[in-house]
Structure formats: structure tokens, C-alpha cells
């Protein structure tokens, strides 16, 4: 047609329309009439429906027809593969089929030189490759030319075959799938079992977390994509994965942090019911780490309970997305229970809907992993109602006071080099280089970058420190300054171990650039003896404390004096000498009323350590005094919710629990609950553990209703802060049965026993004193149900441990064996009554701590011997 | 289980292309190329597997190709009504578009490096006078298509897609009284331009 006008084409087509559906002979008067003087659109017409009436050929047979012959003069990659057997690519001879993936076969072939086999990547397209496909075949083979881990397979060499095949090579995999690999396993409900899935599940982390630090995300993680091999002869290298096809993995430029996906990112490719939610619902910007961190937790998810967290099978496709996007995945406790507490709460983070509440790196999810394997407090939140709440107070505040700590850092840093001209311009430098390096840390946390506001205080510090350790190397003080900083802030969040190295590096830069009697240097010895006693290295931790002192005592700052010398004291105390603790408070004390008075916080900080001193020295009332003075002060000084005044009050408490003042006790346990609920909220494990002193003191004066509201509240705020795979909640249980027994509820109490047993018989070491204690109690609720042969049995196992545990002769096997003596004479054999009553005898007559027993005992005996019945009957 | 695999590996990959097609509907323009880029690769491999598998005779069913890219993504049992009729659409672009690349490819490969060694044959002839047919055909479907979108629609659906006069008229939603005129004009359209300017209606 002459026109590309479409209005023109309208007309000439509404004409044509119309002739047409005319018989021939009619339609040349009606063109007339149609087309009047436009003679152009008159001719087009004409030929437009002589056209019509000629036989075509091409059109009129449909595509099939006509384009076999085109479509079969390309090089077959779906066909017989024998075609390519045999064939040379490359340096390569192909020996067979190995398998597909999304867009190549693969197929083993041989290279003579070297002398290797490889898996040879060819595109499956062959010569007809679409540009996306060849770019997205190469982009898979950059990502791994990136990559060198040996949990990805290495790439050996690429390119193309004189006819137009692509290809690559690598590493010859020898392995089964991780899918195959499960299949071959036992069922994962032995905690065996569980641990050797868990290191499979490791070593993937490893493998693509190397990945995430090379900025390639692979964004396609399955089972059928991960080779587990043979276990090697080194049982102690661990189990060896290889991660395969990063064939829709994305590379991205810079650093992990900042690792996202382009725009034109593959929206609907992976395989659903591993992909993220953003991945899922086609959120293509928002694909970031995140989303393998999320897969990572679907197969770590199906490892473990064998099923996947949200199944959509036989679900039509809008639900399917939806129900990723939107369903909470079964619990996995709920599957096994050996998964209650951390392992759910680690799996579940990771399975967040939301990436900013998922773990954000890799290294985060596998390191919590391990911690839990090791049994040490995870660092990841669980994502319950009452964490969400609380997560943002929390987030805030770790910033902050990271800020504050980092700020101060710099402060000091800057202060000490302010003398004279040169060093002030110095110092101004290193003002401004510590000022950028601070803002590149809290970029990470800025909640409008990539990686959202969930970073947690660990990803910050590691992530600082990296930067310390690059950015500052001709800054030794600034550098020495705020490594004692980051050692300090890993010592708050209880990563003791990753804060040691850090302190010791800053107090030998300190050590090396600054003055000997220098003050940073003090206080870097002070703060290293803090984390080496918590580390229990008391020598260590003691030499350091004396060098603080032996600088701080030439410098006469009596603060600092007496805060050394109460670092010695305490040492004291961890190793008992109390005398010696005793008078390292009393010196410290002497000097702070010196300096800051009688009645200040500080004296009353040394005051409370001197009190616990003499309590132990069996000085109970000058000790209670020393306590009361405490706290009157720290009343009068401190705000009415700090947690210094919490501690006094139920160390007080305590102090008068046991000296059988239950009243006082309670009425300050009371006060310092309130306290302690003021400043950290209701749901906070000290606010457990004083519930647990106030309903054991209610217990102790027969309220057994009120220490049983108690001792439920404490069990709450167990569950949710370690779930109920854990002793501290079965602790907790316990105690709520020893309250239901003490209110005559047999069977909710022995009900309640029971389900502690089972937890503390899972979650102890099998010879645990906690465990005895349980049964003790399992057996005078049995005893008092009347249920003599299981009161027996629980206290004959409690008798066995406890004599290996605490000898034969201890308190403790004096009270099972009593007990025993109860049970016995209540079951009518008063021979074997009697042969327990006289061993507790000899047992409390060996003692002097036990000697007020004594009397209880023979007028039990003489009990027996006389027919009565026994007390508890 | 490699057969099983196989078959859950299809069953997200026909999620993808649902999910695209869904996105389309709503305007989504990024999500139809990805739709259309999934689907190609379907169509592309149907293609070749169903021309490896009968060797030697050398007849593509078009018609067959598509139907059976449908029936894969059918199995999985969550196409709804609006998702067929957008997918005949989209499918049969993309056997327009594999038939066009590898016109294209062909070409190249005879211009490019190493041509010399490629033995001509009888069966090449074939293959040369099919590469003009197709580029002159997608040529003057694209100038139909800036002309009146829906005539080129319909030539897609007819032709490369050999969907039924029915199943045409279903997929644009018209009657298929206006399919079978709309074909008549495009393909009286299409004949004059591969015919050539020297048949043309110019005085």
C-alpha cells in the first residue's frame, strides 16, 4: 500500500469491507459510488481485491505447512544425543549426556590436555540462541568465573564452536542431588539426624554466602540444584555440597551490601515453592540476598521436617502466589519437636515475608545455626507479636548507644592529640576520616538503603570492623580507640569471644603509640580484665586489673582507683576469698567518700559488693544493713526504674528470704519486680527470674494459689523468650507443680511434673542435678496421689545420680532417702522403712549442717517401728 | 524422579508464564515481554523437538507446536478462560518470532565466517526460498500491524498460531463473522505487499 496513514487505511479498508462481501460483479458500480473522485484509493482497492481473487500459496496454507524445512536445517540440542557424542568442542571431546538445566545441556566430556573430565555447558538453543538467552548463558558463566569456593563448581573455560554452539566447562560434579541425597537418609527425628542435615544445610550457607560477597545472588536455589558428595576420609572436614547452575543468578556491581537485582531481572523464573515472596510476586527491584536467604530457609525448612513451609500443590496459580506471599509456614516444632525453640526461631526468621525482618546475610543465618547447634543464645529475634514490638525500641536503642559508644570513641581519640600545631591539624584529619568511616557504618542501618532498617547490632560491628581494619591503617590511635570500642560493644551483646581480639589488638596499638602512664591505656587494661573474667581466665584477667591499677594509681584519678580495685575484689569473690574481696571494697569505698562522698551512687555500687562479701563470710546482719544502706541511697540517687536499685532490692530480699523473714523478703521482691517491669517491660527473662524468687517466697509461706500465678507468669515469659524446648521452662513447670502439690491439685500437678521430666530429660545433660530435682518432687506428688510405685522409681533414679553427683553422704541423698523411707513405710515394708530411716540418721549425723534434722527423723523411725502411719499418708 | 522433577519444574515454569500473562492483562507491559520471552522458548523448543523427532520429513505443524505448548501449560490445571485466549496470542507471536530468528540466523550464518564450507544442496534451496518467504512475510505483517493492530492480531492467531476461524474470534472477542472478513482483507493486504510494488495500485 502507498499509505502508512491508519485513517487513510480505515477508509481503503471500510471500502474493501464492503466490495467484498458483494458478489464480483457488483462491486465495481458500488466502488464508483464509494471512492467518487479519489482515484488513488480507487486503484489501491483494485489491486487490493485482485489480490483476493489470486491464489496465494503462501497464505493460504497455515505457518506449518511452509517452514518445516527452516526450522530443521538448525543443529539439534533436544534431539538424539548422539548427534553431539563423540564431537569435539572446544579443547573438549563429548563422551555423553549428563543432564539440563533451564537453558543447556550438560554433558561430560574429556579434555586430553590437561588430562581431565569436565561437565560441559552447552546452550540449548544452539545457533538459534535469542540475544536474552546467550546473554543470560554468559552472564552465568561470568558469575562463575567470579566465584572460587569449593562448594561451587569451578568454571574451567568458555566459548564458541565454529558452527555457533556456546559453551562452557566445569568442574566434573561427582555426587547425588540433595534431593536424592534426602531420600537416602533416615527420617530427621533423632537429633543425629538432625545434626548431620544441619551441616549439609551449612556448608550450602558457606558456599553462597562466598557468592554474596562476590556480588553474584543466585536467586534459584533447590534441592535438585545442589550435588552432595561422598563423604570424604576426613570425618572431620564436615559433609562437601557443591551449588550448581547459576543460571538465572545476578551480578552485581560493588559489594555485597549493596546487592540487588537490575531492573530487567528474570521476574518468573525459579522454581516456586523455593522462592521468596518478592521473588514470587515478580518484585523484580526488590530481589536482593534476601530472597536466597529466604530459599535457604525453605530447603533448610524441608531438610528438617521434610515438607515445605507453605505448600500450594493443586492450588490455581493466583492462590499459589498468593499463599507464598501471604501464609505463615507451619511451625516446624509443631512437625518435630526437637525443632522448639531456636531451630524454629532460626528457620522462621528466615522465612519472614518481609525481608527486613529476615536475617541479612548469610553469614547471620549460618552463624545463628551454629550457635544453636552449639547451644549458645542465638543472635537473631524471633519474629512473634510481642519481638515485633519490641524490636523497634530495641533496634534504636543499639544504634544509639553504638553511636554514643563510636562518638565518645572519637572524642577521646581526638582529645589526647590536641597538643601543638602539627598534631591539631592531625587530628583534625583523623577527625575527618573517622567521620566518614562512621558514616559509612551507620549507612548500613539507614532503613532507606537496599538492605532495609533490620541490620542487626552484629552485622553492624562486623561490618565496622572490616572497615576499621581497611580504612584506618596509618591511624593506629584512632584505629586503637575504636577497636576497644567494637571490643566493647561485642562484649554487650555477649560475643565474648569475637570481642577478645579485638580488645587485645587496641591495647597493643595503645601500647605502641602512647605514653606508658597514659590513661587510654589503663582503661584498655580494665575493660580486658572485665571480658577475661567473664571468660573465667581469673589470672589473666587479674594481671590486667593490676596493671590498670599500677597506672591509675600514679595518675590519682580516685574514680578510676577505685573502680580497678573493685575489679580486683570481685575477682576475689569468683575465687572465694572473701576476706581479701572484703578489703579491696573497703579500700575502693575509702577512697570514693573521699571524693564523691558517703551517700553517692558510686560508694553505694562498692557498698552492695562489700555486703554480698560479708554475706558469704557468714556475716548475715552486718550484710543486711550494708544492703539497706544501699539501697537508700540508691533511692535517693538513682531514678525510680533504674536496674542497679532492681538488683539491691532482691538481692535484699533474698538476704531476708533466707533468714526466714518472708514477709520483708516478699514486700522487696515486689518492689524490685515493679522496677524491673518499668524499665524493661513485662516480658523480660529478669522479670522471669524474680517472679521465680517471689513465688518460691509465696511457695515458703504456704500462698500456694498467689506462687502459682507467679510461677505461671515466670513459664510465660520463658515460652516466649526461649520456647518450651528449653530447662528454663521446664524449670519453671516445676515449680508450678510443686505449687499445685502444696494446694493438694494432684493430678494437675503430676500432669504438670510430668511434661517438666519429659523437657528437662530432653534439654539436660542426663545426669543433671536440675533433673533430681524433678523427680523429688515427682515422687512426694506421687506419694501424696498414692501412687507408691511411681513415687519409688522417680527417687531411686534420683538417688543413683545424686550419690555419683554429690557423694553418699550429702544433703542432697539425705533428702531422697528420707523421702524413700516415707514411701516405703506407706507401702507397708517396714524392715526396708526402717533400713532408710537409720542410713538418713547416719548421713545427717555426719554433718553439721544436718544435725537439726535429726529429731524429725527419729520420731519418724520411731513411727515406723510403732505402726503409725506416715506423715503424708 | 528425574521424570518427576521434570514435571515440577514445568509446573513452576508454567506458573511464570500464568503469572505473566496475569500481569499483562493488567497493563503490565515488562511482564508480557516476559510472558512472550517464556513462551518463546517453549514454542522454540516444541519446534525443534517435534522436527528432530520425525527426521526426515520435513513438515512442521505449526498448528501442532503451539496446541502443545497450550497442552503443557494446561496439565498443570490453573489456566483460566481469559489466561487461554491471552496465551494463544502471545504464543503465536513467539512462533512468528522463532520462525523469523532463525530466517535471520540463517542468513547470517551463510555471510558470516566459515559459509564457504557449508556444502549447498537441494535441500538448502528450500530452506533459502523459505528465509525470503518468512522475512518478506514478517515485514509487511508489521506494516499491516501499524496500520490496523487487530488485522495483524488476527493474521498471527490464523497463520502462525493456526488457530480455527472459533478460536480466533474467541481470543480477540469477536464474532466469527468478522474474523473470517478481517482475514480476507488482511490477506488480500498481505499478497499485494509480497507481491511487490510493481503490482501496486499506483496509476
Redesign the interface.
Given at each position: 500500500m502507498s499509505t502508512d496513514d491508519p485513517a487513510r487505511w480505515r477508509r481503503l479498508d471500510a471500502v474493501l469491507d464492503e466490495l467484498l462481501a458483494l458478489p464480483p460483479h457488483a462491486r465495481t458500480g458500488r466502488l464508483d459510488e464509494l471512492a467518487g473522485n479519489d482515484r488513488e484509493l480507487r486503484a489501491e482497492v483494485e489491486a487490493l481485491l485482485h489480490c483476493d481473487e489470486t491464489d496465494d500459496g503462501l497464505l493460504d496454507h497455515p505457518a506449518s505447512d511452509h517452514f518445516g524445512a527452516l526450522l530443521a536445517a538448525s543443529p539439534q540440542l533436544d534431539g538424539p544425543d548422539t548427534e553431539l557424542t563423540g564431537r569435539e568442542v572446544g579443547p573438549f571431546r563429548i563422551l555423553g549426556r549428563l543432564g539440563e538445566g533451564g537453558m543447556g545441556v550438560v554433558f561430560e566430556a574429556r579434555q586430553s590436555h590437561p588430562p581431565r573430565t569436565v561437565a560441559l555447558k552447552v546452550l540449548r538453543a544452539g545457533v538459534f540462541a535469542g540475544t536474552q538467552q546467550l546473554r543470560m548463558f554468559r552472564r552465568e558463566a561470568e558469575s562463575l568465573g567470579r566465584l572460587n569456593h569449593p562448594g561451587i563448581a569451578a568454571i574451567h573455560d568458555a566459548g564458541r564452536t565454529g558452527d555457533g554452539l556456546h559453551w562452557f566447562a566445569m568442574e566434573r560434579v561427582h555426587g547425588e542431588s540433595l534431593d536424592a541425597w534426602l531420600r537416602g537418609r533416615p527420617a530427621p527425628d533423632t537429633r543425629a539426624e538432625i545434626a548431620a542435615r544441619t551441616a549439609v544445610c551449612l556448608a550450602v550457607c558457606d558456599a553462597i554466602s562466598h557468592a554474596h560477597q562476590r556480588g553474584v545472588v543466585h536467586l534459584d536455589l533447590k534441592p535438585s540444584n545442589i550435588m552432595v558428595l561422598p563423604p570424604s576420609g576426613d570425618a572431620a572436614a564436615g559433609p562437601a555440597v557443591k551449588v550448581l547452575d547459576f543460571g538465572i543468578a545476578r551480578i552485581t556491581g560493588g559489594d555485597a551490601a549493596q546487592t540487588t537485582v537490575g531492573h530487567e531481572g528474570r521476574a518468573f523464573a525459579g522454581t516456586l515453592a523455593y522462592m521468596s515472596p518478592e521473588q514470587a510476586g515478580g518484585d523484580v527491584r526488590d530481589l536482593d540476598v534476601r530472597s536466597d536467604i529466604y530459599s535457604l530457609g525453605v530447603l533448610y525448612y524441608e531438610m528438617l521436617t521434610g515438607r515445605l513451609p507453605v505448600e500450594t500443590g493443586g492450588a490455581a496459580l493466583p492462590e499459589a502466589v498468593r499463599l507464598i506471599r501471604e501464609q505463615a509456614p507451619a511451625r516446624p516444632a509443631d512437625l518435630c519437636r526437637l525443632l522448639r525453640g531456636d531451630p524454629e526461631t532460626i528457620i522462621l526468621k528466615a522465612l519472614t515475608k518481609d525481608p527486613a525482618q529476615r536475617y541479612q546475610s548469610v553469614a547471620a543465618f549460618a552463624e545463628d545455626i551454629r550457635r544453636s547447634r552449639d547451644n549458645l543464645p542465638i543472635l537473631g529475634r524471633p519474629p512473634s507479636t510481642a519481638y515485633q514490638l519490641r524490636k523497634i525500641v530495641v533496634r534504636h536503642r543499639v544504634a544509639i548507644a553504638f553511636a554514643g559508644v563510636l562518638l565518645a570513641g572519637l572524642v577521646a581519640a581526638i582529645g589526647g592529640t590536641t597538643f601543638g600545631l602539627v598534631r591539631a591539624r592531625r587530628a583534625e584529619a583523623a577527625a575527618e576520616r573517622t567521620a566518614v568511616f562512621l558514616e559509612s557504618v551507620f549507612r548500613v542501618a539507614d532503613p532507606s538503603e537496599s538492605r532495609g532498617g533490620a541490620v542487626t547490632a552484629r552485622e553492624l560491628l562486623d561490618h565496622a570492623v572490616a572497615d576499621i581494619d581497611s580504612q584506618l591503617v596509618d591511624q593506629p590511635q584512632v584505629r586503637g580507640r575504636l577497636l576497644a570500642s567494637m571490643g566493647n560493644a561485642y562484649r554487650q551483646l555477649g560475643l565474648y569471644r569475637e570481642s577478645r581480639p579485638l580488645l587485645e589488638q587496641a591495647l597493643a596499638l595503645e601500647r605502641a603509640t602512647l605514653d606508658a602512664d597514659d590513661p587510654r591505656i589503663a582503661r584498655s587494661h580494665y575493660v580486658l580484665a572485665g571480658l577475661l573474667r567473664r571468660l573465667r581466665e581469673l589470672d589473666a584477667a587479674r594481671e590486667h586489673y593490676r596493671a590498670a591499677l599500677a597506672i591509675r594509681e600514679k595518675a590519682r584519678n580516685p574514680d578510676d582507683l577505685a573502680v580497678s580495685l573493685t575489679g580486683l575484689a570481685n575477682l576475689e569473690v569468683d575465687e572465694s576469698r572473701f576476706a581479701e574481696a572484703s578489703d579491696l571494697y573497703r579500700r575502693a569505698m575509702a577512697i570514693t567518700a573521699e571524693s564523691a562522698g558517703g551517700d553517692s551512687p558510686r560508694y553505694a555500687a562498692h557498698l552492695s559488693g562489700l555486703a554480698l562479701a560479708q554475706w558469704r563470710l557468714g556475716e548475715a546482719d552486718s550484710a543486711r544493713a550494708m544492703l539497706e544502706r544501699v539501697v537508700a541511697i540508691q533511692r535517693r540517687t538513682l531514678a525510680p526504674d533504674d536496674l542497679d536499685l532492681a538488683w539491691s532490692l532482691s538481692t535484699l530480699g533474698s538476704f531476708y528470704a533466707d533468714g526466714e523473714q518472708t514477709a520483708r523478703a516478699r514486700e522487696l521482691g515486689e518492689e524490685a519486680l515493679a522496677v524491673q517491669e518499668r524499665a524493661l517491660g513485662p516480658d523480660h527473662t529478669d522479670v522471669a527470674e524474680t517472679l521465680d524468687m517471689l513465688g518460691n517466697l509465696n511457695h515458703k509461706e504456704g500462698h500456694f494459689e498467689r506462687a502459682l500465678a507467679l510461677h505461671r507468669r515466670e513459664a510465660r515469659i520463658w515460652e516466649k523468650a526461649v520456647g518450651t524446648e528449653h530447662p528454663y521452662y521446664g524449670m519453671a513447670l516445676d515449680n508450678c507443680a510443686k505449687d499445685l502439690s502444696g494446694a493438694g491439685r494432684w493430678a494437675e500437678a503430676i500432669a504438670d511434673a510430668v511434661r517438666a521430666r519429659d523437657i528437662l530429660a530432653r534439654t539436660l545433660p542426663a545426669e543433671h542435678r536440675a533433673l533430681t530435682y524433678n523427680q523429688v518432687n515427682l515422687a512426694v506428688m506421687f506419694r501424696g496421689a498414692g501412687e507408691l510405685g511411681h513415687a519409688r522409681t522417680q527417687l531411686e533414679a534420683a538417688l543413683a545420680v545424686r550419690s555419683r553427683l554429690y557423694g553418699d553422704d550429702s544433703l542432697e541423698v539425705l533428702e531422697v532417702v528420707i523421702e524413700l523411707g516415707r514411701v516405703s513405710a506407706l507401702q507397708g515394708r517396714r524392715d526396708e522403712a526402717r533400713g532408710h530411716y537409720e542410713r538418713a540418721l547416719a548421713i545427717a549425723g555426719s554433718r553439721e549442717d544436718a544435725a537439726g534434722e535429726m529429731g524429725a527423723i527419729r520420731s519418724e523411725l520411731a513411727g515406723v517401728t510403732a505402726g503409725r502411719p506416715a506423715p503424708g499418708s | 524422579?528425574a521424570a518427576a522433577?521434570a514435571l515440577?519444574?514445568e509446573?513452576?515454569r508454567?506458573?511464570?508464564?500464568?503469572?505473566?500473562l496475569?500481569?499483562a492483562r493488567d497493563g503490565d507491559p515488562?511482564?508480557l515481554n516476559?510472558a512472550f520471552?517464556?513462551v518463546?522458548?517453549d514454542v522454540?523448543?516444541i519446534?525443534?523437538?517435534r522436527?528432530?523427532?520425525h527426521g526426515g520429513n520435513?513438515?512442521?505443524?505449526?498448528?501442532?507446536?503451539v496446541h502443545e505448548a497450550y497442552l503443557k501449560m494446561a496439565r498443570h490445571?490453573?489456566m483460566?478462560w481469559q489466561d487461554r485466549q491471552h496465551f494463544f496470542a502471545v504464543a503465536s507471536a513467539a512462533?512468528?518470532q522463532?520462525?523469523l530468528?532463525?530466517?535471520r540466523?540463517?542468513q547470517s550464518?551463510k555471510r558470516g565466517?566459515?559459509a564457504a564450507h557449508v556444502p549447498y544442496t537441494e535441500?538448502?534451496s528450500?530452506?533459502d526460498s523459505?528465509?525470503r518467504?518468512?522475512i518478506a512475510?514478517d515485514a509487511a505483517l508489521t506494516?499491516l500491524a501499524?496500520?490496523?493492530d487487530q488485522?495483524a492480531r488476527i493474521v498471527e492467531l490464523?497463520?502462525?498460531g493456526?488457530l480455527t476461524i472459533e478460536e480466533t474470534a474467541q481470543a480477540v472477542g469477536v464474532s466469527d463473522a468478522t474474523v473470517k472478513?478481517a482475514w480476507?482483507?488482511a490477506?488480500?493486504?498481505?499478497?499485494?505487499?509480497?507481491?511487490g510494488p510493481s503490482?501496486?495500485?499506483?496509476?
Open positions: - | 524422579m522433577e515440577r519444574d509446573a513452576a508454567t506458573h511464570h508464564v500464568t503469572l505473566a496475569h500481569a515488562a511482564a516476559e520471552r517464556l518463546y522458548e522454540s523448543a519446534a525443534r523437538r522436527v528432530a523427532r520435513r513438515t512442521l505443524d505449526t498448528t501442532a507446536v490445571g490453573e483460566v512462533m512468528r522463532v520462525l530468528d532463525h530466517a540466523r540463517r550464518l565466517a566459515g535441500a538448502d528450500a530452506v523459505q528465509t518467504d518468512i512475510l506494516r501499524a496500520l490496523d488485522l490464523r497463520y502462525f493456526g472478513r480476507r482483507r490477506r488480500a493486504f498481505l499478497h499485494h505487499e509480497l507481491a503490482l501496486g495500485g499506483e496509476p
